[in-house]
């Protein structure tokens, strides 16, 4: 986008801002925060039924603690589970840009068996293309948006990763797995089917309109059909340079 843009001033904003702030509560008293994302599930097709292992990896005793209170965290929100299984990946860790931790599995041997997921992603040229003539976009970002996401139960068991206290399975999509990105494209694309005025790439979700009227109806469009999913949006995490946020969490940007 250009550098001549201007941004919508906040006293412009107050009547577009007072409509979405309502929609914005009844959209965060409506969901769950704890539940995945309705009527949607993640399976793992491979190309053989042979067990895959793999021995862990050595654990750096200054972030045990760290690691426990991660791992902690997890399974209180019901995206890990204690399980034995055949299967067992090791872990390791990164640092987020805040500083916590994230948990990452080591699923290569697994990824090398998983049947490809053909399902598309949107070219470039056709997300250009079809925000051609919209003038004010608002941009929403996805709270954790793969954990949002259930893995079938019949499939939980190949995600079994390796602690030094046991074994540990996943309940929801984690990162690493062969096709998930995919997966998560499609989900999306599936909840916000038919709406035109909306473009969705991977946790990403940009409303765009061609003025501000239509633009509060097209948010609240968008965010009742995320409430009626149970689909999760950080407000708190829109980070885009050459933009602004107003006080709702949305990004309003008007072009010349």
């Given amino acids: ?29 409506s969901i769950n925060i704890n539940e995945p994302i309705k009527n949607t599930s993640f399976q793992i097709k491979i190309s053989s039924s042979e067990p895959v292992k793999k021995k862990p990896y050595t654990i750096f005793h200054k972030i045990a603690s760290e690691l426990k209170d991660h791992i902690d965290e997890l399974l209180s929100k019901n995206i890990i589970k204690r399980f034995d299984s055949s299967y067992a990946f090791p872990w390791f860790v990164k640092r987020k840009p805040d500083g916590r931790l994230r948990l ?14 053909a399902y598309p992603f949107p070219s470039t040229k056709e997300l250009v293309r079809d925000l051609s003539g919209a003038k004010i976009f608002s941009q929403l970002d996805m709270e954790k948006g793969y954990y949002q996401i259930k893995i079938d139960s019949n499939d939980t068991y190949m995600t079994s990763f390796v602690l030094p206290n046991g074994l540990y399975e996943f309940t929801r ?41 239509n633009h509060i109806q097209h948010c609240k469009i968008v965010l009742e059909r995320l409430k009626n999913h149970n689909v999760k949006i950080n407000f708190d995490k829109i980070n885009l340079s050459n933009m602004k946020l107003n006080t709702s969490g949305l990004l309003f940007l008007i072009k010349e």
Avoid: A, W
């Fill in 1 to 29: 986008m250009e550098n001549n843009n201007k941004f919508m001033n906040s006293e412009n904003l107050n009547k577009p801002n007072d409509e979405l702030n309502k929609v914005i509560e009844e959209y965060s008293t």
């Fill in 104 to 117: 990452l599995i080591d699923y290569r041997k697994l990824n090398y068996i998983t049947i490809d997921d």
């Fill in 173 to 213: 999509m984690p990162f690493g797995l062969k096709n998930t990105p995919r997966i998560f494209q499609r989900v999306m694309q599936q909840i916000l089917n038919g709406l035109d005025f909306v473009k969705v790439y991977l946790d990403y979700i940009l409303i765009h309109s061609e003025n501000i009227n």
